[in-house]
Structure formats: structure tokens, C-alpha cells
């Protein structure tokens, strides 16, 4: 098992540019997650899919889409990307049950200039 | 809105001594608490969780505590070691729906031998 994994593990844009980045689990969970992590801000969700077919905004949506193209995979595009984007991205998956943990993937840091 | 708050931002503790971290969340609907811990440059992993039916939980060194009337749960560490040095993050999370996890900030915790 891979677990959670994301491509690219890092990426340089310009302002004005667009990207997506990806995110593929083998693990057969429901639930997947899209965070952003900024020094001194901890983990902010900016989109989630509780499972297939569904996704809702977290707490820092702007400027971001989200496609969940089947029960494995969990896309985030930036559309016209903005240097206040720059972070470290990271996908996590869950299976969605009382019982069930997060597992996140090895994380993109992206850079936009 | 949901909020989780997490102190202190930064501990040093000494080798063999023992570290603490509080959090405290709003949401009383909260009922699963993890601890991950995320090494530099590395994903966050899961150390220790808790649910809301259980007021201690140990592993080895690690402790967490629940205190649900106040709506506040503490990371134990005891017997630090070097390797302990990491950021540490708290969340909290709703059984059911959409299985959303709230973040604290992380603590920095430095372990000086």
C-alpha cells in the first residue's frame, strides 16, 4: 500500500498562473481532505469530500476548486494563482466512521512569485 | 465557529524531563481528539487519539487527557528524548456527517540534551 500520495512534491509559479495539484489513495477510504499549512497558522482545511460525489469548502476556500473524479483521487486547482497561495499542501484521507483515523500525504510545497 | 486553541506555541524542556501540551476546543459536539506529530519537512502522523467515552488514554511515554466538562484535552509526554523534538498538533473532530477535523496551531517542542 502507497497510502495517501501527492504530485508534484514541489512547485514555482507565477501570479496569474494555474495548476493542480493531485492527490490518490490506495487505502479505499470515503473521506479525503485538502489543508494548507503556513508558519504559525497549524493546518487550515480548505476543501473536503465526505465521500464520493460530494464536496464541501472548509475554512479557507478562496481562490481554490476541488474535483473528487472517483473514491481514490482529490484534486485541488488554483485557477490564477496569488503569492498569498504560497504554503505546503497537504491531502489526508479518513474512512469517514466513528472509528476511523487520518492519514495524510507527503505533502507539495508550492511557491508563487 | 469551531476553534481549537492550542498552548503553548513553543516549549524547551530538558532531556528526561516530562512535557505538556493543552487544547482547548468550542465545538461541544467535538467527540475524537487526535495528536499527530509532524517532523521537519515530513507529514503529520497520528501518536495518540481519544474519544469522548474515555478520560485518559497511555502509550508508553505519550498520555492524553480529556476533560469534557471544560472542553479541554492535554498531550503527556514523559521521559523526553531528543528525538521527541518536533512540531505537535492537536485537532478535534464530530462523529458523524462529514467527519471534519479543527486544528490547533502546533506547538514547537524542543527537546535539549
Known amino acids: 500500500n502507497a497510502g495517501v500520495t501527492q504530485t508534484p512534491k514541489f512547485q514555482v509559479l507565477k501570479t496569474g498562473q494555474s495548476m493542480t495539484l493531485q492527490c490518490a489513495q490506495d487505502?479505499?477510504?470515503?473521506?479525503m481532505y485538502w489543508y494548507r499549512q503556513d508558519p504559525g497558522m497549524g493546518l487550515r482545511l480548505i476543501y473536503y469530500s465526505a465521500s464520493e460525489g460530494t464536496t464541501d469548502k472548509g475554512e479557507v476556500p478562496n481562490g481554490y476548486n476541488v474535483s473528487r473524479l472517483n473514491k481514490r483521487e482529490f484534486s485541488l486547482r488554483l485557477e490564477s494563482a496569488a503569492p498569498s497561495q504560497t504554503s505546503v499542501y497537504f491531502c489526508?484521507?479518513?474512512?469517514?466512521?466513528?472509528?476511523?483515523?487520518?492519514?495524510f500525504g507527503p505533502g507539495t510545497r508550492l511557491t508563487v512569485t | 465557529g469551531e476553534n481549537v486553541e492550542q498552548h503553548p506555541s513553543t516549549l524547551s524542556v530538558q532531556e528526561g524531563d516530562s512535557a505538556v501540551i493543552k487544547c482547548t476546543y468550542s465545538d461541544s459536539a467535538s467527540n475524537y481528539f487526535p495528536w499527530y506529530k509532524q517532523e521537519l519537512g515530513k507529514r503529520p502522523q497520528l501518536i495518540i487519539d481519544?474519544?469522548?467515552?474515555?478520560g485518559e488514554k497511555k502509550d508508553q511515554r505519550i498520555a492524553v487527557t480529556l476533560n469534557k466538562t471544560a472542553k479541554h484535552f492535554s498531550l503527556h509526554i514523559t521521559e523526553t528524548q531528543p528525538e521527541d523534538s518536533a512540531v505537535y498538533f492537536c485537532a478535534a473532530r464530530k462523529v458523524g456527517g462529514t467527519y471534519k477535523y479543527i486544528f490547533g496551531t502546533g506547538t514547537r517542542l524542543k527537546v535539549l540534551a
Open positions: 489526508a484521507s479518513g474512512q469517514g466512521s466513528d472509528n476511523s483515523e487520518q492519514y
Open positions: 487505502m479505499n477510504h470515503n473521506s
Open positions: 481519544i474519544r469522548s467515552n474515555v
